[in-house]
């Protein structure tokens, strides 16, 4: 026996506003990853820094480049933001490890899922944050 969820319509202001939302997160990240595979020396110097060594730099990029290919795509929206969750996770790790501020990096977490719960209904079905 198959379920459907039922979903309301989504308005086009409510739409959109989702749709702003999560491009920008998503622009930054994508800056990110085609960073990481052009090293310039700022990367390199800031991947040291970090404790990770510069051969990472490439695969890192193409799993960031990767992730936010799948959180653009509506059908794989919740599975990128997932993903994109984890990454920005070790991303806040790597910062606490050597004492550095990692508040930067939560607000692209908020406005990733923020974005994605104004523009998919059937996130808001399973997350409501009121009940009718």
């Known amino acids: ?35 990481k595979l052009l090293k310039p020396a700022g990367v390199v110097e800031g991947m040291t820094k970090l404790g990770w060594p510069e051969r990472l730099a490439v695969p890192l990029g193409i ?14 929206a919740v599975l990128g933001a997932i993903l994109l969750t984890g990454y920005l996770g070790g991303a806040i790790a790597t910062h606490v490890r050597i004492g550095e501020p990692f508040i930067t990096i939560l607000p692209l977490g908020i406005a990733l899922w923020g974005g994605l719960f104004l523009r998919d209904p059937r996130l808001r079905v399973l997350i409501p944050l009121r009940r009718l």
């Open 1 to 35: 026996m198959q379920s459907e969820i039922s979903t309301a319509p989504v308005s086009k202001k409510i739409l959109w506003t989702g749709r702003v939302i999560s491009i920008l997160p998503a622009l930054m990240l994508i800056m990110s990853g085609v960073m």
């Open 63 to 76: 799993l960031e480049l990767t992730c936010v290919v799948l959180y653009l795509v509506p059908q794989t």
